[in-house]
């Protein structure tokens, strides 16, 4: 079976090769040969990144760092969303994320908008830096501290 690589972006450093070998007539075979790449890697960079002039490294690492870009949805708990002040709002009352969510969904049944998953919750809460919010989340969640029973 043969073996699996996985996939890695091409490095500015690889952009400009393809640039001058490009520019010197190479074909794709022969780039991807001193390379080390794949031929299609080098046929999809100049055909997704040459403009009407030809190719050139710059606007090409651009070009596709606006296409990687664009393809990421968006959070759905941007800071500035109401969706995130409600959220925030019943952590500070001291709710779990697993009823923020059934409670989103109750209170907006037709707007999915509003609709947020417990560990989307969890991952807006973690992508913060060390702060109050935190601080609340983990001690809530922290098993309360047992005490030995003082029989005699």
């Keep these: 079976m043969p073996e699996k690589t996985s996939y890695q972006q091409l490095q500015p450093e690889e952009r400009l090769t393809i640039a001058s070998l490009h520019l010197q007539g190479s074909s794709m075979r022969a780039m991807a040969r001193i390379l080390g790449r794949s031929p299609g890697t080098i046929s999809?960079?100049?055909?997704?990144?040459?403009?009407?002039?030809?190719?050139?490294?710059?606007?090409a690492a651009a070009l596709s760092s606006a296409r990687r870009s664009a393809s990421r949805r968006p959070a759905k708990l941007?800071?500035?969303?109401?969706?995130?002040?409600?959220?925030?709002?019943?952590?500070?009352?001291?709710?779990?994320?697993q009823q923020i969510s059934g409670t989103l969904?109750?209170?907006?049944?037709?707007?999915?908008?509003?609709?947020?998953?417990?560990?989307t919750i969890y991952t807006a809460i973690y992508a913060?830096?060390?702060?109050?919010?935190?601080?609340q989340l983990l001690t809530r969640c922290a098993k309360p501290a047992s005490?030995?029973?003082?029989?005699?």
């Design 78 to 97: 941007c800071l500035q969303s109401v969706c995130w002040r409600i959220v925030l709002t019943l952590l500070e009352w001291k709710w779990s994320p």
């Design 147 to 152: 005490h030995p029973n003082n029989a005699s």
């Design 105 to 119: 969904k109750r209170i907006y049944p037709t707007d999915s908008t509003q609709h947020v998953s417990h560990e």
């Design 128 to 135: 913060q830096p060390r702060g109050e919010l935190r601080r």
């Design 44 to 59: 999809r960079e100049l055909m997704r990144n040459s403009s009407s002039v030809g190719y050139a490294s710059v606007p």
